[in-house]
């Protein structure tokens, strides 16, 4: 009981969970007089859990933790004191002494019948008193008195309290930032570094341990950021800014770091991520907001648009700043505003009401007011294609993208059409800027996030520790005044794309170009330091290869390696599930399982700012959870359809709860002869409409969600055709996977293949949204341009590793050149590069246009760079720019690409192809039904089970899909297919060794006849799966 307990305070359980799991403790501490609790209390590391509790704002919380601390003293004085040391409670206790929170006066404030109730009466079974049962100081006077009591004053001494540990990383960590004094381009910076990052690592892996209290307070993770990033991480990157010539140092900086940290395999770098971790759940303070009072309920918000919401409306009065002469004073009355639009929505509304500036008549006033409101009708909704009014001012199942998205589906981009229109961009963005700047009891309202997060934002900072939303619901009074003029910014969302023929530019892109919101520093700079080191170990590891790759070409380069064999390159990454983080993870589960905020959207916006820039601290489930909503809306939050029966218009989702009954069905004849001419067909009627599609064939009687499987595994199919022109090449000789080939834009065939990528990209957005499971074998490089991110000459060995090892070597010998004063001698593996005959064509491609040479043109060391950047260029640039395009224009009409950005490799194909392990056999007979004369412990049963056991990989699937409709299992595998895999008896004709298995897909139902024999049951399945697929009959 005791370790859960614990294990609950560190999950970021809220307030109330947290006092009662405390209260529990401190009661076991007080009545046990078993040394066998002591045990447990070390073993689950009470000390560092304590010293978290004392940094909470709660006082009741922060109370019970100080009891829980005397207690442990009094009696295992011995055995706690180093603990508490080590683990820095003694200096929360002096850190709560020395601020403002060990004096707050409770003791009197009544709790209102309309509040949540106080904590001190949450777990009484009876109480007489309204007030608070924590008297006035008594933080603060218990606090004093465990100081006195139990250790001398040299104990806070700055010096003389610090272990040796914390002595001498605070040494280290001083060092480190004397390095950033040096000339960033001096020669000594990698010699100081790896001195001093081998003390830090010998500290992290040595016999003694480091807390995570010694590893914070030391400093070394600031310093280590600031040192990495050259203190670019603290600051908005511009190109006006200095230091923004210095990034390709920075790049240098992180090669290094990755060389040292990985150089004996992931052993160190997985140690560094642990201490981050365990960090990060200790200072991190981000709340929880459980609206209890904030029901779901219609409502009317005038504010901005005049429109009925399903969610309860704000109660604002907008009063004109002190001081403030040039506006009007709209202050009459509280006003109804919706919670979920934009402070520029409101910026905009106001703006007609108050400006001075007279307009002609008062028609022309009304004109521009209702202008203002036609322009904000769809600002308010904040969940993708779920309008919230029941107006008919929107379509309720258009999708978001539909607003912008409204070109002829045919409309493709032009092969060779790169212009743009800056006309339309350039005035709307006049349009954006504020005019009205929004004050709450005088703190700057932020404009980027809605309404409702910038209350709350208030509300965190102005207040002691939040766990509902119950002032959310009362009156708010906000003042506005004349926005200053904002001076014309440089900044620019990602400065590095002008840092061309950059090294590290595909890593540093990806570090800097979805930042961490500057205001995360501001409010908790020490979670802000650990956010990025975690950050920029999740890019390293991510671009393991990449930045391996190139540090042993600037060796080669540098004659610090002699031969290219030294080149080879085998990573070890850290397991991605160790970037995950596990509180955070947990509160973003309590989050969404609260009703408003998973039927609005309304997140705090330290959800979604993290979720934005550091998506890997959270699970795939919650993400998945967290995507259906923002892109699909909360009518998708639990809805997967591939999980349901097709049979009935009204299952039921997992856990039992409705999935289909807002979501529409719609049938489709399909032609299995002309199966890419029917998706297409099918896209142009559905692709942009939220609706469940159900699959019929032509002269077929089978119809719902087997057939509907097997249609979208068939499409998939198609699209691997090798005689469409898609690929570099079939799967058979591409075992990385499928990728664009190159095309000129010069060539006829180019325009057909680009209609097929919009194609695809429809196709597999219609699949994801309505969860059905795709048989495309994408390469790892294709799915980095799916989610938008860069790709670099390394991204070649994920299509072809051969040609990519080339490259390498190639580029090893180009670097060569530019340092070596011996460049003439150099040679490739014994033979010059004339030697090589290598002509300017790409390799597989000759009709590849690489530039304007000669066809007699050859490679030479003088053009050797030039070569390798145009077949770079070719095979993941320009060559396949516009299939890339196509491919996310047509992903757009059904939603919006940028939703899935949250994702990486890995998880978008679990999401679309559904899991790469079929049967996990020792979890199959949790997850299989059996019924109708068979048990889990039938003979036939037991054969079966062996069979499925025995089968290789490509039978597996033939058996998935003869009884689902798909060959592969929907993310979570066998337990997540719903209905369950359900075998049966099948009753036939008297000898039942003559009949074969039969099936119904649209329940995952499988008739199996009682054979006699193993071998004989074998033979009828693989002649059923391998004969019984292609159509949809009786059985």
């Excluded at 007080?30 to 010293?51: G, P, Q």
């Excluded at 400093?219 to 280590?224: P, Q």
């Excluded at 009709?847 to 490679?859: A, E, F, I, Q, W």
């Amino acid at each position: 009981m005791l370790p859960v307990m614990i294990q609950v305070l560190n999950s970021g359980a809220n307030v109330y969970v947290s006092y009662g799991c405390l209260s529990a403790i401190h009661k076991l501490t007080c009545l046990s007089k078993s040394y066998d609790l002591v045990e447990l209390l070390k073993n689950a590391n009470i000390s560092s859990v304590l010293a978290g509790v004392l940094a909470r704002k709660d006082p009741h919380v922060v109370f019970v933790a100080l009891q829980i601390a005397e207690v442990l003293l009094e009696k295992y004085r011995d055995t706690f004191l180093n603990c508490f040391i080590k683990e820095g409670v003694f200096f929360a206790i002096e850190a709560l002494l020395n601020s403002d929170r060990g004096s707050a006066d409770l003791s009197q404030k009544p709790v209102a019948k309309e509040s949540v109730q106080c904590l001190c009466q949450s777990f009484a079974l009876a109480s007489s008193s309204q007030t608070c049962k924590i008297e006035n100081d008594s933080v603060y006077i218990l606090a004093t008195r465990i100081k006195e009591r139990f250790f001398g004053p040299e104990v806070f001494d700055s010096e003389k309290g610090l272990t040796d540990v914390l002595r001498n990383l605070k040494n280290l960590s001083v060092a480190l930032n004397d390095l950033m004094n040096v000339p960033i381009d001096a020669h000594v910076h990698d010699e100081k570094f790896f001195s001093i990052w081998n003390q830090i690592g010998e500290r992290l892996n040595g016999r003694e341990s480091v807390s995570t209290f010694e590893f914070t307070k030391s400093g070394v993770v600031k310093s280590l950021a600031n040192y990495l990033s050259n203190g670019l991480y603290q600051r908005k990157l511009s190109k006006a800014d200095p230091e923004f010539e210095s990034l390709p140092y920075v790049g240098k900086r992180f090669e290094m770091f990755t060389r040292l940290l990985w150089s004996d395999g992931e052993a160190t770098s997985s140690v560094l991520v642990q201490k981050l971790q365990s960090s990060l759940s200790s200072l991190e303070t981000f709340p929880i907001v459980l609206n209890q009072t904030m029901k779901q309920r219609n409502s009317f918000a005038a504010v901005p648009n005049g429109r009925y919401t399903s969610y309860p409306s704000l109660r604002v009065r907008f009063v004109k700043a002190e001081g403030e002469t040039c506006l009007r004073d709209h202050s009459k009355d509280f006003v109804t505003v919706d919670p979920l639009c934009y402070l520029d929505d409101v910026d905009q509304y106001m703006w007609p009401k108050v400006h001075l500036e007279p307009l002609d008549s008062i028609e022309a006033k009304d004109q521009a007011i209702e202008c203002q409101s036609s322009q904000l009708q769809s600002t308010s909704i904040s969940c993708q294609g779920e309008s919230s009014s029941h107006m008919e001012i929107d379509s309720p199942d258009a999708p978001e993208s539909q607003v912008s998205q409204e070109e002829d589906p045919e409309q493709l981009p032009g092969p060779c059409d790169d212009s743009v229109q800056h006309d339309s961009s350039s005035s709307e963005k006049e349009d954006a800027l504020p005019r009205l700047l929004f004050r709450l009891e005088g703190l700057e309202l932020e404009r980027s996030v809605t309404v409702y997060q910038a209350i709350l934002l208030h509300k965190f900072k102005s207040e002691t520790e939040s766990t509902d939303g119950s002032k959310m619901s009362a009156s708010h009074s906000i003042t506005y005044e004349k926005a200053p003029q904002l001076a014309d910014s440089h900044e620019i969302p990602n400065p590095l794309g002008s840092m061309d023929n950059d090294e590290c530019h595909a890593f540093l892109s990806y570090l800097f170009a979805h930042r961490l919101a500057l205001r995360l520093k501001g409010t908790n700079p020490a979670a802000y330091d650990i956010l990025f080191l975690l950050k920029s170990l999740e890019g390293m590891n991510r671009f393991l290869f990449h930045l391996i790759c190139q540090e042993r070409i600037n060796a080669f380069g540098e004659g610090r390696l002699e031969n290219l064999d030294d080149l080879r390159v085998e990573v070890r990454p850290v397991p991605y599930a160790e970037f995950v983080s596990t509180k955070l993870t947990e509160k973003l589960e309590q989050q969404l399982r609260d009703s408003f905020a998973a039927s609005t959207c309304g997140l705090p916006p330290w959800f979604t700012e993290l979720m934005d820039s550091c998506p890997f601290l959270f699970s795939f489930e919650v993400k998945s959870k967290y995507f259906r909503l923002a892109a699909f809306g909360s009518q998708q939050v639990n809805h997967h359809p591939q999980h349901l029966s097709s049979s009935s218009g009204h299952g039921e989702g997992r856990e039992g709860r409705p999935a289909t009954a807002s979501l529409p069905r719609k049938k489709f004849l399909a032609f299995r002869e002309k199966i890419l001419d029917s998706a297409a067909q099918m896209m142009e009627l559905y692709g942009n409409q939220k609706v469940v599609i159900e699959v019929e064939y032509d002269e077929e009687v089978g119809t719902g969600l087997g057939p509907t499987l097997e249609f979208y595994t068939l499409v998939s199919r198609a699209f691997q055709n090798p005689d469409l022109g898609m690929w570099r090449s079939d799967r058979s000789s591409s075992p990385s996977g499928l990728f664009p080939r190159p095309w000129s834009c010069a060539s006829a065939a180019f325009p057909t293949v680009l209609k097929k990528f919009v194609l695809l990209g429809t196709v597999v957005a219609k699949a994801l949204q309505d969860g059905r499971v795709l048989d495309l074998p994408f390469s790892k490089a294709f799915y980095k341009l799916i989610l938008g991110q860069e790709l670099s000459s390394f991204d070649i060995h994920f299509v072809d590793p051969e040609l990519c090892k080339t490259l390498v070597e190639l580029q090893a010998v180009a670097r060569r050149r530019k340092v070596s004063a011996k460049a003439q001698e150099l040679s490739f593996r014994g033979a010059s590069i004339e030697d090589l005959c290598l002509e300017f064509t790409l390799p597989g491609y000759t009709d590849y246009d690489l530039g304007h040479r000669s066809d007699d043109d050859m490679v030479n060391l003088d053009n050797l760079e030039e070569y390798i950047k145009a077949i770079v260029n070719a095979t993941v640039c320009d060559g396949i720019e516009k299939q890339v395009e196509a491919f996310r224009s047509g992903f757009n009409k059904v939603f919006s690409i940028e939703h899935l950005r949250i994702f990486n490799e890995e998880e978008v194909e679990t999401m679309l192809c559904g899991e790469r392990d079929l049967f996990n056999m020792n979890e199959v007979l949790d997850h299989i039904k059996f019924d109708h004369g068979y048990t889990s412990s039938s003979p036939p049963v037991e054969n079966l089970l062996e069979i499925l056991h025995e089968f290789d990989k490509e039978q597996q699937r033939a058996f998935l899909q003869f009884v689902t409709g798909c060959p592969r299992l929907p993310p979570g595998g066998l337990a997540s297919l719903n209905p369950k895999l359900t075998i049966v008896r099948k009753h036939g004709s008297d000898s039942s060794e003559a009949d074969l298995p039969s099936v119904m897909t649209c329940a995952n139902y499988l008739k199996l006849p009682p054979y006699s024999s193993k071998e004989k049951m074998k033979e009828k399945l693989i002649y059923a799966i391998t004969e019984g697929q292609g159509s949809f009959h009786l059985s």
